[in-house]
């Protein structure tokens, strides 16, 4: 099996900045994407950041410019920095990962993206 554990959110005040990572656990031969995803009060879960397994990101508009997303593969492990944070940034994150996974006949794709619990950013003005 594979887990993936966010950790760092908490409460910040506005303008603030909050580090948060994930470390994902397990059966894992490889990791491609990983990924921050959000849900915020009274809106369906979106995308925040996402990094490949080359490095390369992208960002989803309203965070370009605030936010910086990273990983270190060798720790199975991504990040996202965020600063200047604003109310509208509250919400749980979520992370995100695609990857290949050791089966009894070698490395599989594992189908289906795995996700953490979340961990809780509030954001107070």
């Known amino acids: 099996q ?10 910040v005040q506005v303008g ?7 470390v994902a656990s397990g059966s894992i031969f490889s990791i491609n994407h990983m990924g921050w995803y959000r849900q915020r009060p009274g809106k ?3 995308l925040v950041a996402l990094i490949t397994s080359a ?6 508009p309203s ?4 936010f910086t997303i990273s990983r270190d593969n060798a720790k199975n492990t991504v990040y996202l920095q965020m600063t200047d944070l604003e109310p509208e940034d509250t919400g749980v994150y979520y992370c ?3 990857l290949f996974e050791w089966r009894p006949s070698g490395p599989v794709d594992s ?4 996700w953490g619990n979340g961990t809780l950013v ?3 003005s």
């Open 2 to 11: 594979v887990q993936l554990v966010e950790s760092g959110g908490g409460l």
């Open 16 to 22: 603030g900045s909050l580090s948060l990572s994930c």
């Open 44 to 46: 369906q879960r979106d």
């Open 55 to 60: 490095g390369n990101s992208d960002y989803a």
């Open 63 to 66: 965070v370009k410019g605030r």
């Open 96 to 98: 995100n990962a695609d």
């Open 111 to 114: 189908g289906v993206d795995y």
């Open 122 to 124: 509030t954001v107070s």
